[in-house]
């Protein structure tokens, strides 16, 4: 549990932090430029070769992806139903669908299940979640992304661009770029010095997101704000595992499997997926919020998701 511990640790000194007058308001921007930059492409590389299909996981890896699909549709409902802007449903759109399904997700099932367990929580955070940040987030962002970082280090917003303009922003996007080569790097070993390398640079990652997310976190949102806060807390937390539970039973499918993609389903906000959206510029504050509460509710949630599991 050392890894939740750290978590709320890095959470509490970005919070912390934001009072000190020698970290200047863009400590998130510069933090998250590195993490998109450097540190997420060092993960991307360092877990993409690692990916293993077998027929008989199947289901922890479809789940994420059938998750995704419905999630957002729902989204796209509800941002219509209750007028949130286009910022707020495409950060909803990055950051609901994907959970923290490795960094959290891996030692929560370790505690609560099991090592034997953790098998098939790779498979749904590496055939699934990791996948989905390194194309569906990343290209989302690169679409409809409304901050860019000018020469100045400051945020700023961007211009409409063509579809050949958009395109290109796609195929130059870091996290994406470090997919491509990932894949193509599968079947062949990095040199020690490189592994370390990637190891090192990946393992920045939590730290300087969740410092970026603590230092952006705020416990009083506008009132154009609540409704996608409460709408995505409730939804990440609690309907999507419930949807998973669902699906098994109606399907009658049981075991490990099912239960490790209910667990994972249940995970707070993937990190990644937050900077990926407030690097765009999608809604900051929003986003920090949903990552920093959602964290912080799941000390309870998830508890009570692994009780409930182990009854079925």
């Known amino acids: 549990m050392d890894n939740f511990i750290l978590i709320l640790i890095y959470l509490s000194l970005g919070f912390a932090m934001r009072r000190v007058p020698k970290f200047p308001t863009e400590t998130p921007v510069v933090l998250n430029t590195f993490v ?5 492409p060092a993960l991307v590389l360092q877990k993409i070769p690692a990916l293993h299909f077998s027929w008989d996981l199947l289901i922890p890896a479809l789940v994420p992806w059938i998750l995704l699909l419905l999630v957002s549709a729902l989204i796209l409902v509800l941002g219509r139903l209750l007028h949130w802007s286009r910022d707020i449903i495409v950060a909803l759109l990055i950051v609901l669908p994907l959970g923290n399904t490795s960094f959290l997700g891996f030692p929560m099932i370790e505690a609560l299940f099991g090592g034997d367990w953790l098998p098939y ?19 989302l962002a690169a679409l409809y992304g409304t901050a860019q970082i000018g020469p100045d280090g400051r945020s700023q917003t961007a211009q409409k661009v063509s579809a050949a303009a958009m395109a290109m922003r796609i195929l130059t996007f870091p996290p994406f770029l470090a997919l491509l080569a990932g894949l193509l790097l599968k079947s062949w070993t990095y040199p020690p010095l490189l592994q370390t390398t990637l190891d090192n640079l990946a393992g920045t990652l939590v730290p300087l997101i969740m410092f970026a997310v603590g230092f952006q976190l705020k416990f009083s949102l506008a009132g154009e704000r609540l409704s996608p806060l409460l709408s995505g807390l409730g939804i990440k937390l609690l309907l999507m595992p419930l949807l998973v539970l669902a699906g098994a039973l109606l399907l009658g499918l049981s075991g490990k499997a099912v239960q490790v993609s209910v667990f994972e389903a249940a995970m707070p906000p993937m990190i990644s997926a937050g900077a990926i959206a407030m690097m765009a510029g999608l809604a900051p504050r929003l986003v920090a919020a949903l990552v920093g509460f959602g964290l912080l509710l799941s000390f309870i949630t998830l508890p009570i998701w692994a009780w409930l599991l182990h009854q079925l």
Not at 124 to 135: E, I, P, R
């Open 36 to 40: 998109m930059y450097v540190a997420l």
């Open 121 to 139: 929580a790779m498979i749904y955070d590496q055939v699934g979640s990791f996948v989905a940040l390194a194309t569906w987030s990343t290209i």
